[in-house]
Nanobody, 115 residues
Framework: QVQLVESGGGLVQAGGSLRLSCVAS????????MGWYRQAPGNQRELVAD???????NYANSVKGRFTISRDNAKNTVYLQMNSLKPEDTAVYYC?????????WGQGTQVTVSS
């Protein structure tokens, strides 16, 4: 079955950095658009960044210049490097795989940024 397993979340002070990882299994990873989403309490889930099968990246305006998404197809892994973190980045971060009409989600990893 399809599994997406996120890791790398935690508690960090404002201005700090974290690197999230998402390892996928049960899918043809290189054929999937991979994305990171986040959901803060009381808010809707929102796109943070995604990366196409060809490596084209797309970012939410709120994270441009601070976050970097990348993928390693040999390791079936997508990463999110988060720098200059702000308290408003606090949320549960989810990994998503998308191929055509099929979407798969991970269980999420908590990121908390203290001021």
């Amino acid at each position: 079955q399809v599994q997406l397993v996120e890791s790398g979340g935690g508690l960090v002070q404002a201005g700090g950095s974290l690197r999230l990882s998402c390892v996928a299994s049960g899918i043809d990873f290189s054929s999937n658009v991979m994305g990171w989403y986040r959901q803060a309490p009381g808010n809707q889930r929102e796109l943070v960044a995604d990366i196409s099968t060809g490596g084209t990246t797309n970012y939410a305006n709120s994270v441009k210049g601070r976050f970097t998404i990348s993928r390693d197809n040999a390791k079936n892994t997508v990463y999110l490097q988060m720098n200059s973190l702000k308290p408003e980045d606090t949320a549960v971060y989810y990994c998503k795989a998308r191929q055509f009409l099929a979407n798969y989600w991970g269980q999420g990893t908590q990121v908390t940024v203290s001021s």
